[in-house]
């Protein structure tokens, strides 16, 4: 509800209210695209592809955000904050950005015709192109998320009669990269993120919105989490070890003993050139450069 209602604000249109007769998927499309001056029917393959995704979305194993949300629930924020604090890291592009990081390559890309040299380009570590959704650290394999992503992604463009370009280049880039040694070597398959966001802009869901939805389908996580924390008899802060791994012992001397560096002044034309002192008397109502 707080999702689309900061939505619906942020384009100027009536906040709608979600219906009790609804389902959690279909009262968030129905809030996000109904308008009170006309009706609004919600089409039940969209809501039931928007409940995989946010399934597929779900907290999973100790990520960033759901870290962060442990960390600021250790020292017993209330749930409101540590939601926040999740919320925080998951707007990184790094994380919850990356469908939104995908859906700009495959537009950077612009056609099929493309993709061998921006696979080239993508294997050469001295230019800064990189494919987007490629690669998990914790799949090693191809991601089981993505390829339920990818059918859900046809039946929705078949549902909308919508025919994406941009399915054609994810698709023939897939299939490049899987069959490309450089890439299977390193085990960097497709992972859910890859088709979300054609998906996302098939639903209507706007760019903005990515990480918004990201966040809506990670909080009953975040939550539980919080829960969790809080049910225990002895609550202890966080506290992530730091390991150093500089010196273990270093020599110390005295400043008397160093030897004083060279006092050096950089004019405004770039030449170092040995610092000096200048005394510079005031007097009253004189004027000094």
Known sequence: TIAAIAYKTSIGQPIVYPRADLSYAENFLYMMHAKPTEPYKVDPVLAHSLEVILIL????????????????????????????????????????????????????????????????????????????????????????????????????????????????????????????????????????????????????????????????????GWVSQWLEMSSEPVPRIGRPRQMYMGDTEREFESLKQREPAENVHVDVYGEARPARTISVHYQPGATHE
């Open 57 to 220: 979305h779900a907290d999973h194993e100790q990520n960033a955000s759901t870290s962060t949300v442990r960390i600021a629930g250790s020292s017993q924020a209330n749930p409101y904050a540590c939601v926040a604090a999740g919320i925080a890291s998951l707007w990184g592009p790094a994380h919850g950005g990356a469908n939104e990081a995908v859906l700009r390559m495959l537009q950077e890309i612009g056609s099929v015709e493309n993709i061998p040299e921006c696979v080239r380009r993508a294997k050469d570590k001295d230019d800064n192109f990189r494919l987007m959704g490629f690669g998990h650290r914790v799949y090693k394999n191809y991601d089981p998320r993505a390829k339920l992503m990818r059918e859900m992604c046809h039946r929705v463009l078949r549902q909308k009669k919508i025919e994406d370009p941009l399915l054609d280049i994810a698709m023939e880039l897939e299939k490049v990269a899987l069959e490309d040694e450089y890439f299977v070597k390193r085990k960097l398959y497709p992972n859910v993120d890859f088709y979300s966001g054609i998906v996302l802009r098939a639903l209507g869901i706007p760019v903005e919105m990515y990480t918004v939805l990201f966040a809506v389908g990670r909080t009953p």
